[in-house]
């Protein structure tokens, strides 16, 4: 099993950035595929962006040339640089594992606080 911290999340005006960072523990991360999830208040939980264990990467239209993710196995860490934030980002922002035969993502986060101010 692995456990999933998130952290980064804040306050941000439009136009700005922030990187949250996805630390785990327990089971090595590198052998799972990592996933940035958001939400906002009543609206269906959304993928933003994964990670496969070889490094391919996946983005949601809705924040593809701002948004970067990226894997430190090193570290066991995953992170989610995004940057030319819109107030339409705003949401709370998961952490998510899978391993590589596994369909849906098993292990999530608590979740991290993304605001964005127009």
């Known amino acids: 099993q692995v456990q999933l911290v998130e952290s980064g999340g804040g306050l941000v005006q439009a136009g700005g950035s922030l990187r949250l960072s996805c630390a785990a523990s327990?089971?090595?991360?590198?052998?799972?595929?990592m996933g940035w999830f958001r939400q906002a208040p009543g609206k269906e939980r959304e993928r933003a962006a994964a990670i496969s264990t070889g490094g391919t990467t996946y983005y949601a239209d809705s924040v593809k040339g701002r948004f970067t993710i990226s894997r430190d196995n090193a570290k066991n860490t995953v992170y989610l640089q995004m940057n030319s934030l819109k107030p339409e980002d705003t949401a709370v922002y998961y952490c998510?594992?899978?391993?590589?035969?596994?369909?849906?993502?098993?292990?999530w986060g608590q979740g991290t606080q993304v605001t964005v101010s127009s």
């Open positions: 327990g089971r090595t991360s590198s052998s799972y595929a």
């Open positions: 998510a594992a899978r391993l590589p035969y596994d369909v849906s993502y098993g292990y």
